[in-house]
Every structure is written in C-alpha cells, then in structure tokens.
C-alpha cells in the first residue's frame, strides 16, 4: 500500500509522451473570479494555461497575471530545497540548505519545546495565497488545533465587509453574477472591476452595449471609472455618509417599495429616521462631492429597474467600513430590487456555499481539548509580536508558521511587524515559493508546491460554482504540497492520529456533502449550486428570522480626516489609499519580471493641484511619510487622483522598493468598526521631494 507521505502525487496524474494533455484546474488566488482552467501539459511540463472556454463566467478569458502562471511556477528563483537561516536577522539573509529530514527535525524538536512551556506560543499565520480547502487549512488546521497553538483571526482583506453582510442578511450572500448582464443600473462601487474583477466586467459590459447606464464610486478614477458612464469620486472613508444621503433622497421622494420594507426588513423606522438627518448639502460636504451628484445618482437610483450594485472590498478598509458595507447592501430593500434576478447586490456570494461545506470534517476542531486557545488577530500582527507575556495578552510568541502568506509585505504599519520578525527568540518558519520579504527573516524556508503541483478544491466568492484542480506536474524540486509538510510535520512531533495519514484526494472528497458529487466535479471540472435566480424576491435572508436587519447601522468616520482628525491634517493633509497595482494580486506576482516589468516601479498618484502646491513635478522621487513611517516612491501626476488623497498602488515586496520599504510603511493597526479588519485606507500623510543624495546623507 502506497503511504499518505509518497502520495502526494496523484496516480491519475498526466504522464505525456509528446502528446498535449489537457488538465482542469481552479485559479488559487484571492479573486472573485476563481477561474476554470485548462493547463495544456507536455512531456511533463506545463506549455500553456488557459481559461475554461466551457465554464460560464470563466468563458475562456483570463488575467494577464494568471494567463502567466506557468512563469511563476518555472520562476528560476522558485525555492525548491529547504533553507535553514545561516546569519543574524539584523543582516542580509544568508540561508544554506539542509534535508527535509534534518527540517523537520529541527522544527519539530523547537515546537516540542515551546508547547511544552505553552502551545499558545505557537501562532499559526496564513491567508489566501491559495484559496483552496485542501492546500489552505485542511491539514494544516488538523496539525494546529492537535498542538493547541493560538488561533488566528484571519481579518487583513474582508471581514468587515463579512461581519456585515452577516448582521444585515445573515451570511454573506447577493445576486447571482451572470444577471448583472441584464440590469439597466449599475453601480461599480469600490471596485476597479476591469483589474480585479474581470469577469464580472464582461457581464457588465454587456448590460452597458444593452442599454444599462454604470456608475463608477470611488475615490480613484480607475481604468473601471474610465469606461463607466459617470465617477463619483467620494473622499475615503465617507462611503456610508452617501449611501444616507441616497436613502434621505429615496425617502423624501418617495422612490420607495413599500410593501418589500413592511413584508422583508426589520429596524426600517429606525434607519428612516437616520437617513432624513443626511439631507444632499451634507451628504456632498461630507462626501467631498457635489450636491447635484447626490441628487442625480440617487434619482437614477430610485427610478431604474432592474437596478445593482457590485460593492467591493476596497471601500470597507476603513474605520467605519462594516457600517458602511451595511447601509450600502440595504439599499436595494428600499426600492425593492431584489424582486428580480437583475436586482439587488453582490459583495460575496461565499455564505451560498456554507450548507454544502464540511469544514469540520477538513479542520478536525475535536482534536484540540482543553480550554479553547486564544484568538490572535492576523492585522495587528505588528503589535503582537512586540508583546510580553502577560495575564491578559497571554504568553509572547515564541513560533510563527507561516504559509499562504507574506505578512511583512502586506500587514499594516510594517515597521513594528519588521522588527517583530527580526527578534532573535522568535522561531518562524515558512512555507513558500519563493524568497518573498517575510520568507527573508524565517529561519526555516519550506519549499511548496504550486498550483499546478498538487490537488485542490475551490468555492468563489464572485460566483457560485464549486471547481476542482487537478494535478498538472509532479512537484518540481523538492517542493511539497501544504498538505503534506503539515503531514510529516505532525509525524515528527510523534501526532499518530489516522486523520493525519489522510491523502490530498480524501480531503478533498470530504470538503462537500453529499449534493456535491466528487465524480460529477472531476469528469466536468465544476458543479453549480442549486439556487433560485432572484434569491430575495420574497424576502427569505438566511437571518434568524428571514428578514433583512436594518437597525444599528450608521455612518462611522475615519480614524484619520481632515474633518475627524483636523490637528494630524494639519501636518498630514493627504488621505492616502493604498489599491493594487493592475498586474499584481495583493503581493503575488511581485516577482514575475513580465508582469513586473508592465507595473514598472512602485507609485504614488497625485492631483496637478497638490503636486504643485508642493513644488513637486511628475516623475519626480518623493517620500511619503508620517509618524508611522516613511517609503520613497516616483511621483506620477495623474488624473486618477482627486485633489486632497494620493494613491499609493501596492502591494510591492519591500526588498524591490527604492529603500527597502513599501505602502505599508506608514499605514495603521487601527481596526474597523465591524469584523476587526485592518484600516489601510484610512491613513493621512504628507509629500516632500527626495533624492539619493539624502539618503547617502542620512
């Protein structure tokens, strides 16, 4: 019998001899899209990823970035041996490699260690560097809760939008996104759907050659705004502020359903009652917008049907972003637009596949026992790593396991989380492809499988398809799926429960129940949930009650604004938001020189009027700064900022940066009002010019 350690390649694997096989696989990352793929294998090697013609929303298309995904894998610098830390973490990095053997000794014998004092020294650390439920916490939350390590609450894209989603309609559900194609109204909001959300603009174009009129809403004026047929450019943070001033509109002109607010909500009066204190004059003023653009999108609004809204996770990164997410996603039961397929909004739709996941059966929660571990949140990482033990923190982190991530890149005011990772008593490991910032400060380097190397299962959050990913290539190198380090892992540290012996394909056949037919999603490579086409006509929300909740919900201001915060504008008077580059996927990709090579270097935007007001010109080297920190950038004077807020695009590894430094440099911990999340976009600072000559000088 073939053991769960030498099977990680699957036997069904394609075994060419020059003809091309064709292999279903599942875009990984953390997109709405989850792409259908189709990897053209040869002799071995993958030649060609393409987007599943077939599958409906994939239709063949896919983003530049993933359409090169095959020169991520066979990336020259890809890791693939385990490296063990040679110098100080104060130095340069210097890394000599080792056999897994003597890794996993070596690991397991420091995490023995530690849990011995306290298994809640041990801190897991990961995110969505592959969106799968076998490579991201299937095995490894079985290893995690059998040790007792710390918890993490994994807040640093969307759990302020999720937290409120759940308390408005009970889970994190919308609109089905084929029927956007049929709407006469769109709002695009907090969304540059043409870089980040691809396929639901296809969708959206086709509404717009139909008829349908879309409306941009964002500070930003993105390559989305650019071919909408209007852009409302808000200050950060004031999202909410408009959404008031739509419903005062929509009340005082009663562009209302009624019936639909009697039958399906609760807490209307309440709301009622806070909208009409938001008439249009200041809504604008606290908007940074005119009081006609209130006016006229809430006249549109309130007169369309069918009329959606496809909200996005940018507008909630800021202290008051739950509540505005909340007030947003109500805003289709005052005109009753969820009566139609075409109506309503779609934020998420990964509360659709809640019923038909078993992620007991993949995480095994039974194996932790005794008192539950505490819960570490993923944003304010920085902080945490700072901490003493103490009787309320707990005991300080002594490991950090990280995979799925690069949270020195990403988290948030990355000066602490640098100097976090640099102590010489934390013991981090990490799992990765490649030499990425956080991997950089580990003392042991894991080398993981792609994509392509292994087996996977994936939901969406974009649309409602379950998908499968196939096994392209046997794993280059030494490279090991997550699923199996976590295996040999558990092994080393002497875990003997069978769960561990559990191969990637009994995993996956585990993560669904019974509606879900594993044999169906291999032979076609997705299955669509069964689901009514306008979920909400008759109300039904999966609240506890079936209505939609209304009450508790208002506009919350920003940690950082010139109206909430006037004495730190005065020396900080720029709102700075932080969006991704086009090419890149949160810190993904950073390191494809082809898709590096189209960004070009990291960018700060700024108006013509700001630029000038600080004698600074385009092209020019600028650091950005606050009391946080300081990056140093080019300056890029471009329309697509408003004047009063600079857009610094991300996320660039920190090592690629003029001085070793990213956007994250001078963003905050602060957390939002609903669901913990960080508040990257809610962040004031200031320009001035800079050369090289400074920085020799200091």
Same mark, same amino acid.
């Given at each position: 019998?073939?053991?769960?350690?030498?099977?990680?390649?699957?036997?069904?694997?394609?075994?060419?001899?020059?003809?091309?096989?064709?292999?279903?696989?599942?875009?990984?990352?953390?997109?709405?899209?989850?792409?259908?793929?189709?990897?053209?294998?040869?002799?071995?090697?993958?030649?060609?990823?393409?987007?599943?013609?077939?599958?409906?929303?994939?239709?063949?298309?896919?983003?530049?970035?993933?359409?090169?995904?095959?020169?991520?894998?066979?990336?020259?610098?890809?890791?693939?041996?385990?490296?063990?830390?040679?110098?100080?973490?104060?130095?340069?990095?210097?890394?000599?490699?080792?056999?897994? %053997?003597?890794?996993? %000794?070596?690991?397991?014998?420091?995490?023995?260690?530690?849990?011995?004092?306290?298994?809640?020294?041990?801190?897991?650390?990961?995110?969505?560097?592959?969106?799968?439920?076998?490579?991201?916490?299937?095995?490894?939350?079985?290893?995690?809760?059998?040790?007792?390590?710390?918890?993490?609450?994994?807040?640093?894209?969307?759990?302020?939008?999720?937290?409120? $989603?759940?308390?408005?309609?009970?889970?994190?559900?919308?609109?089905?996104?084929?029927?956007?194609?049929?709407?006469?109204?769109?709002?695009?909001?907090?969304?540059?759907?043409?870089?980040?959300?691809?396929?639901?603009?296809?969708?959206?174009?086709?509404?717009?050659?139909?008829?349908?009129?879309?409306?941009?809403?964002?500070?930003?004026?993105?390559?989305?705004?650019?071919?909408?047929?209007?852009?409302?450019?808000?200050?950060?943070?004031?999202?909410?502020?408009?959404?008031?001033?739509?419903?005062?509109?929509?009340?005082?002109?009663?562009?209302?359903?009624?019936?639909?607010?009697?039958?399906?909500?609760?807490?209307?009066?309440?709301?009622?009652?806070?909208?009409?204190?938001?008439?249009?004059?200041?809504?604008?003023?606290?908007?940074? +917008?005119?009081?006609?653009?209130?006016?006229?999108?809430?006249?549109?609004?309130?007169?369309?049907?069918?009329?959606?809204?496809? $909200?996005?996770?940018?507008?909630?990164?800021?202290?008051?972003?739950?509540?505005?997410?909340?007030?947003?996603?109500?805003?289709?039961?005052?005109?009753?637009?969820?009566?139609?397929?075409?109506?309503?909004?779609?934020?998420?739709?990964?509360?659709?596949?809640?019923?038909?996941?078993?992620?007991?059966?993949?995480?095994?929660?039974?194996?932790?026992?005794?008192?539950?571990?505490?819960?570490?949140?993923?944003?304010?990482?920085?902080?945490?790593?700072?901490?003493?033990?103490?009787?309320?923190?707990?005991?300080?982190?002594?490991?950090?396991?990280?995979?799925?991530?690069?949270?020195?890149?990403?988290?948030?005011?990355?000066?602490?989380?640098?100097?976090?990772?640099?102590?010489?008593?934390?013991?981090?490991?990490?799992?990765?492809?490649?030499?990425?910032?956080?991997?950089?400060?580990?003392?042991?380097?894991?080398?993981?499988?792609?994509?392509?190397?292994?087996?996977?299962?994936?939901?969406?959050?974009?649309?409602?398809?379950?998908?499968?990913?196939?096994?392209?290539?046997?794993?280059?190198?030494?490279?090991?799926?997550?699923?199996?380090?976590?295996?040999?892992?558990?092994?080393?540290?002497?875990?003997?429960?069978?769960?561990?012996?559990?191969?990637?394909?009994?995993?996956?056949?585990?993560?669904?129940?019974?509606? +879900?037919?594993?044999?169906?999603?291999?032979?076609?490579?997705?299955?669509?949930?069964?689901?009514?086409?306008?979920?909400?006509?008759?109300?039904?929300?999966?609240? %506890?009650?079936?209505?939609?909740? %209304?009450?508790?919900?208002?506009?919350?201001?920003?940690?950082?604004?010139?109206?909430?915060?006037?004495?730190?504008?005065?020396?900080?008077?720029?709102?700075?938001?932080?969006?991704?580059?086009?090419?890149?996927?949160?810190?993904?990709?950073?390191?494809?020189?082809?898709?590096?090579?189209?960004?070009?270097?990291?960018?700060?935007?700024?108006?013509?009027?700001?630029?000038?007001?600080?004698?600074?010109?385009?092209?020019?080297?600028?650091?950005?700064?606050?009391?946080?920190?300081?990056?140093?950038?080019?300056?890029?004077?471009?329309?697509?900022?408003?004047?009063?807020?600079?857009?610094?695009?991300?996320?660039?590894?920190?090592?690629?940066?003029?001085?070793?430094?990213?956007?994250?440099?001078?963003?905050?911990?602060?957390?939002?009002?609903?669901?913990?999340?960080?508040?990257?976009?809610?962040?004031?600072?200031?320009?001035?010019?800079?050369?090289?000559?400074?920085?020799?000088?200091?």
């Amino acid at each position: 019998m073939t053991s769960a350690a030498d099977n990680f390649f699957s036997p069904s694997a394609p075994q060419t001899h020059g003809a091309i096989q064709i292999v279903k696989g599942a875009c990984p990352h953390d997109c709405p899209d989850t792409c259908a793929l189709r990897i053209s294998v040869q002799d071995g090697r993958v030649v060609k990823v393409q987007g599943a013609a077939e599958h409906p929303s994939t239709h063949g298309a896919l983003c530049t970035k993933v359409s090169r995904y095959a020169e991520r894998t066979y990336h020259a610098e890809r890791v693939l041996q385990p490296l063990k830390r040679v110098s100080a973490k104060t130095e340069p990095p210097r890394f000599e490699p080792v056999s897994w %053997a003597e890794a996993l %000794a070596d690991i397991a014998a420091k995490l023995g260690q530690i849990a011995a004092r306290d298994p809640q020294a041990v801190l897991p650390y990961s995110y969505a560097g592959t969106m799968g439920l076998v490579q991201g916490e299937g095995m490894a939350a079985r290893f995690f809760n059998r040790l007792g390590a710390s918890r993490l609450d994994r807040t640093i894209c969307a759990s302020a939008g999720a937290a409120a $989603l759940t308390a408005t309609y009970g889970h994190k559900v919308g609109m089905h996104l084929p029927y956007f194609a049929e709407s006469q109204l769109i709002l695009i909001w907090g969304s540059n759907s043409i870089a980040s959300n691809l396929h639901f603009w296809t969708f959206a174009n086709q509404a717009k050659r139909a008829g349908a009129k879309l409306i941009c809403i964002d500070p930003r004026k993105t390559e989305t705004a650019d071919k909408c047929h209007q852009h409302i450019a808000l200050l950060p943070g004031t999202d909410g502020a408009l959404a008031l001033g739509l419903m005062h509109e929509l009340i005082t002109h009663d562009w209302l359903d009624h019936d639909y607010l009697r039958q399906h909500v609760d807490g209307w009066e309440e709301l009622r009652a806070k909208a009409l204190q938001w008439p249009p004059a200041r809504t604008a003023e606290v908007c940074g +917008i005119s009081v006609d653009e209130v006016t006229q999108l809430a006249r549109d609004y309130g007169n369309t049907r069918p009329a959606a809204i496809r $909200l996005n996770y940018g507008m909630q990164r800021v202290r008051g972003g739950g509540n505005a997410v909340r007030l947003i996603a109500l805003l289709p039961c005052l005109t009753g637009a969820w009566r139609t397929r075409a109506g309503g909004l779609l934020l998420s739709s990964s509360g659709w596949f809640a019923p038909f996941k078993n992620m007991a059966a993949l995480e095994r929660p039974e194996l932790a026992t005794g008192a539950t571990p505490r819960l570490l949140n993923m944003s304010t990482i920085g902080d945490d790593l700072l901490r003493e033990s103490d009787p309320v923190f707990g005991p300080k982190v002594e490991a950090l396991i990280v995979y799925n991530s690069n949270p020195v890149a990403v988290a948030p005011e990355s000066p602490k989380v640098v100097r976090g990772f640099q102590r010489a008593d934390l013991f981090t490991v990490v799992l990765e492809h490649f030499m990425t910032d956080t991997a950089d400060l580990a003392d042991y380097v894991l080398p993981a499988t792609t994509q392509l190397e292994h087996l996977d299962v994936h939901t969406s959050y974009g649309h409602t398809d379950v998908l499968i990913n196939e096994q392209a290539i046997a794993p280059l190198g030494q490279a090991k799926p997550n699923t199996q380090i976590f295996r040999e892992l558990a092994a080393a540290m002497g875990f003997t429960e069978a769960c561990f012996a559990e191969t990637d394909e009994q995993l996956a056949r585990q993560a669904f129940s019974a509606e +879900i037919d594993f044999e169906a999603l291999r032979a076609q490579g997705w299955q669509s949930l069964p689901l009514a086409e306008a979920p909400f006509a008759q109300g039904g929300f999966p609240t %506890a009650n079936g209505r939609a909740q %209304a009450a508790g919900c208002d506009y919350v201001a920003n940690y950082e604004s010139r109206a909430s915060s006037p004495e730190l504008a005065q020396r900080y008077p720029l709102a700075m938001i932080s969006p991704p580059a086009r090419n890149f996927l949160n810190s993904s990709f950073v390191n494809v020189k082809s898709l590096r090579d189209i960004e070009g270097e990291p960018l700060v935007e700024v108006h013509a009027e700001d630029a000038a007001a600080r004698g600074l010109t385009d092209a020019s080297m600028v650091r950005v700064f606050n009391d946080r920190g300081s990056y140093v950038c080019r300056l890029r004077v471009s329309p697509r900022a408003r004047p009063g807020v600079v857009n610094g695009l991300g996320v660039w590894w920190r090592k690629l940066g003029v001085q070793g430094s990213n956007v994250n440099e001078v963003t905050h911990q602060g957390l939002t009002d609903l669901g913990a999340a960080p508040s990257f976009y809610d962040c004031l600072v200031e320009l001035q010019a800079w050369s090289p000559a400074e920085a020799s000088a200091g």
